[in-house]
């Protein structure tokens, strides 16, 4: 076994054996599921950033900018750090003062339990997609960390590792690692970016470097249509804002201002940190060209020029991304079928009965993860995929369950139904802008089916509702 294996091995083993420690501890759903809502500022801060930083931002996105240099048509991380900016701004307090457990339990309180079912099962898919996107990651790293284990042995390895990391824990014990992973990855990211500037020959011709690069991008790249453009940036921006996993750490949050201050403070290190690995991308084909796969170029670059002591550092902070982002895409997805569907649907009251189901369903959709991130194209494929499907939908029945009471049940569901039904017929027939389309269905049908009903009873909350409780 090779030193960075056997350190990235070592780091895994001691993530899972946090997990097994705090499982102990774990009584109630919202323990399971959101920690006990006990996350003050450091904490929510750490858990928002590492929970969004994931391999898309490390790995996908490097990898787009070793083939085609930054360009409007690849939106990370600016795009994806616009969502935390704007959650902070817009959405954390009125969320976090409902008190909710998923973003469906914020639709039923609004429409009723039939679209809180439906919308569970709408927003599942999504964070199937995003699990997939980091196991397929994490597959990458092990693979290139042990010098000869085919990609799909080390996804195999990955996929079983997350499922059990993330079964055991909970919520409770990724806000515990939350603080590590987040270090881990800040000074793995640092170490990579600092080599590869000092590689470059310094700061002035590692920038040069950069602008060279852009220009010979900028001669092979073909323009694209406006459109195309807003489609590439109306993914991340409106299909995330109010993404499950990020709605997730909000609810976790002590108070609706630490929700808020948290948000606020995660996006510029966000964009700090995710910046790098764009960078590094940018000049990888001068440092290292001709790679067969794209985002192989970080694990790549840091496993040529770092001595293995500072290569387990990059390893360990690209299994931080990965574990931090994963463990909450399992855990949503299988709350938002628990808490919302089988726990209601079977009335069951047990705590104990409710966390084994929360439990089962990580595993039975990690499994499904396992199988996609095995025949993915690529892991921003399937963040993009994640943030299209059910994120139109849900950015519209948000605004309109917080801020009026327009519309009702078949507002809602429709909604619901034709939005990602559009996303899909988009995709099937080829259509050039199947995100746009599927959000102008989820605007129109709300707003036809609205017009036919009566305005809800229940007064919707204001932006600057008052928050209690805020320490």
């Known amino acids: 076994m090779s030193a960075p294996l ?17 499982s102990r501890r774990i009584r109630t759903e919202s323990d399971y599921l959101l920690g006990g809502r006990t996350l003050g500022y450091t904490l929510a801060t750490f858990s928002i950033f590492a929970t969004w930083f994931g391999a898309e931002t490390v790995v996908g996105s490097a990898g787009v900018a070793y083939s085609s240099g930054i360009s ?28 909710i457990t998923t973003l469906a339990d914020l639709f039923r309180d609004a429409f009723g339990v039939t679209v809180e079912r439906a919308a569970a099962l709408v927003l599942i898919p999504s964070s199937i997609l ?18 000869g284990l085919d990609v799909s042995t080390a996804i ?18 990724d806000a515990i690692t939350d603080m590590i992973q987040g270090v881990m990855l800040i000074a793995g990211i640092t170490v990579v970016f600092v080599a590869v500037v000092r590689l470059a020959g310094g700061p002035i ?18 323009p694209q249509p406006w459109f195309a453009t807003l489609e590439e940036w109306a993914i991340p921006v409106l299909g995330s804002v109010v993404a499950t996993e990020l709605v997730g750490r909000i609810a976790a949050a002590r108070s609706p201002g630490v929700a808020r201050t948290s948000s606020l403070a995660a996006a510029p290190l966000y964009l700090i940190v995710g910046s790098m690995p764009l960078l590094v991308g940018v000049v990888g084909p001068q440092l290292m060209p001709g790679l067969a796969d794209a985002e192989a170029i970080m694990p790549a670059i840091a496993h040529s020029i770092l001595s293995p002591v500072l290569f387990a550092l990059f390893a360990g902070a690209l299994v931080s991304a990965i574990l931090s982002t994963v463990d909450s895409t399992l855990l949503i997805s299988s709350g938002l079928l628990s808490h919302n569907v089988i726990v209601p649907v079977l009335a069951i009251q047990s705590e104990r009965a409710r966390v ?14 396992f199988v996609l991130a095995l025949r993915s194209d690529g892991v921003l494929t399937l963040v993009e995929a994640a943030s299209a499907f059910g994120g139109p939908a849900a950015v519209v029945l948000t605004c309109f369950a917080l801020w009026s009471r327009f519309g009702g049940p078949r507002a809602a569901l429709a909604c619901v139904i034709s939005s990602p039904a559009a996303y899909l017929a988009g995709l099937a027939l080829d259509l050039p802008y199947p995100f746009l389309a599927s959000l102008a269905t989820a605007v129109l049908a709300f707003l036809a089916f609205g017009l036919v009903e009566p305005r809800r009873d229940k007064p919707a909350p204001t932006l600057t509702m008052r928050m209690m409780d805020d320490r």
Do not use: K
């Open 6 to 22: 056997l350190a990235v091995s070592a780091y895994m083993l001691m993530q899972l054996g946090i997990g097994v420690w705090v």
């Open 72 to 99: 409007l048509r690849n939106a990370e991380p600016f795009g994806y750090g616009l969502c935390l900016l704007l959650m902070g701004l817009l959405f954390a307090v009125p969320l976090r003062a409902r008190r």
């Open 130 to 147: 995003w699990a997939a996107a980091q196991i397929r990651a994490f597959g990458h790293v092990l693979a290139v960390s042990s010098g």
């Open 156 to 173: 195999g390895i990955a996929a079983v590792f997350t499922i059990l990391y993330t079964a055991f824990g909970g919520l409770l014990v």
């Open 205 to 222: 011709d590692f920038f040069s470097i950069v602008t060279s690069q852009q220009a010979a991008h900028e001669v092979l790249r073909t």
């Open 356 to 369: 084994r189901i929360a439990r089962g369903g990580v595993i039975v959709f990690g499994v499904i993860a």
